[in-house]
């Protein structure tokens, strides 16, 4: 077998380090004209203003953490805001992955990886030390850096676009289609129950389905990452998080730009909903009259939105609205309204009570 033997002596004699994350048989590394394509891409996206990484197949960044031996002897106790581990629920799903929505204690979770054996000990480094491998830190829009950074990772088939920084301070609206979420149509209840409208802008298409949708965020705000905060099925990403790149290869296939947006600016994100991804206080100070009974109207729309749910999405519609009441201020007092709901959708009492308890604890309530 001619041709296999030339693989292995092509990898002896390649004294290049690999990334120790990536296979290394050849069918798994990119060919030249994948990285070629990406690098392409890239500097197009650069020439626009947005800063890039390397990506590789598995949408993470493609170069390793240069910590990563060191960090392994000095981790740092709760720090989770690991360099090449950006994402918004801290764990390994890539930008534009599933953030297992059905999951209650997933969505919005952050700092609570599900894998605790991360294989990137934290390290807090955030490109000082001047080497790459910083992951989202590492983004540039200068040409020359960005091709260095894509020679040092030639196994990288895509590109990840930094969230957050001038001049967009890009926001990614990531819309998920798996998981029986049908996170378009959960965006529009929340477009028309607060009053807001999507704009014109670039939206990427994922080999998945989904959808990214990009917005410009002020200069003034951060808007954190999330995932399922805002309704099942749609993550946020903001400052510290990525996009994967329209272009990028992955090993589901191609993100490509939705016909006719390619070319459009980010647009500004409407200020309702910027409201919504702005950050709000865990514990709201209680309404002046305290113990006055709470909206009933808004705790009505909760109820609704669980009775409304299909039955893949009882158990995160059931989460997600809990979280909203108790963040609101009425949890207590809705917990027997949406125990009710649940249970006329069909899920048990232990389900329903389980999943109220996750919500009211991740709200600090518990
Ligand atoms: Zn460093």
């Known amino acids: 077998m001619a041709p296999i033997d030339r693989h292995a002596a092509d990898r002896a004699a390649d004294h290049t380090p690999r990334h120790p994350a990536e296979p290394h048989t050849p069918e798994h590394r990119a060919d030249r004209r994948t990285a070629t394509l990406a690098l392409a891409h890239a500097l197009t996206?650069?020439?626009?203003?947005?800063a890039v990484i390397p990506l590789s197949r598995t949408k993470l960044p493609a170069l390793r953490s240069p910590h990563h031996d060191e960090a392994r002897h000095h981790a740092v106790p709760g720090a989770h805001a690991v360099p090449g581990d950006h994402t918004a629920a801290g764990d390994h799903t890539a930008p534009g992955a599933p953030a297992a929505p059905g999951h209650p204690a997933s969505p919005g979770h952050r700092g609570m990886p599900r894998h605790r054996d991360a294989p990137h000990p934290p390290s807090p480094c955030r490109g000082e030390c001047g080497r790459m491998g910083h992951g989202v830190y590492d983004a540039s829009t200068d040409p020359h850096r960005i091709r260095e950074l894509f020679a040092a990772a030639p196994w990288a088939s895509?590109?990840?676009?930094?969230?957050?920084?001038?001049?967009?301070?890009?926001?990614?609206?990531?819309?998920?289609?798996?998981?029986?979420?049908?996170?378009?149509?959960?965006?529009?209840?929340?477009?028309l129950r607060h009053l807001f409208t999507i704009p014109e802008t670039v939206v990427v298409a994922t080999p998945s389905g989904g959808r990214h949708i990009w917005l410009a965020g002020p200069?003034?705000?951060v808007v954190p990452n999330s995932a399922g905060?805002?309704?099942?099925g749609i993550d946020i990403r903001g400052a510290g998080g990525y996009l994967v790149g329209p272009g990028s290869r992955t090993e589901h296939g191609v993100y490509s730009a939705v016909p006719g947006t390619a070319h459009l600016p980010p647009a500004t994100c409407p200020p309702a909903l910027l409201r919504l991804l702005t950050p709000s206080p865990r514990r709201r100070p209680r309404p002046a009259h305290a113990g006055a009974p709470a909206d009933p109207q808004q705790g009505q729309g909760l109820v609704q939105?669980?009775?409304?749910?299909?039955?893949?999405?009882?158990n995160t519609r059931l989460f997600w609205a809990a979280c909203r009441a108790y963040e609101n201020g009425f949890g207590e007092a809705l917990t027997a309204p949406?125990?009710?709901?649940?249970?006329?959708?069909?899920?048990?009492?232990?389900?329903?009570?389980?999943t109220i308890a996750s919500a009211a604890r991740l709200t600090g309530h518990a």
């Not at 996206?45 to 947005?50: C, K, N, S, V």
Request: with cysteine; proline share 7%.
């Open 219 to 221: 200069p003034d705000t």
């Open 305 to 314: 939105f669980v009775l409304a749910a299909h039955e893949g999405q009882r």
């Open 158 to 191: 895509g590109y990840g676009i930094a969230c957050g920084l001038p001049p967009y301070h890009l926001i990614g609206i990531d819309l998920d289609t798996k998981s029986g979420v049908d996170a378009p149509a959960e965006l529009r209840e929340l477009a």
């Open 338 to 354: 949406l125990t009710d709901a649940a249970l006329r959708v069909g899920l048990t009492a232990r389900e329903a009570a389980s």
């Open 229 to 232: 905060r805002l309704a099942p």
């Open 45 to 50: 996206a650069a020439e626009r203003g947005l």
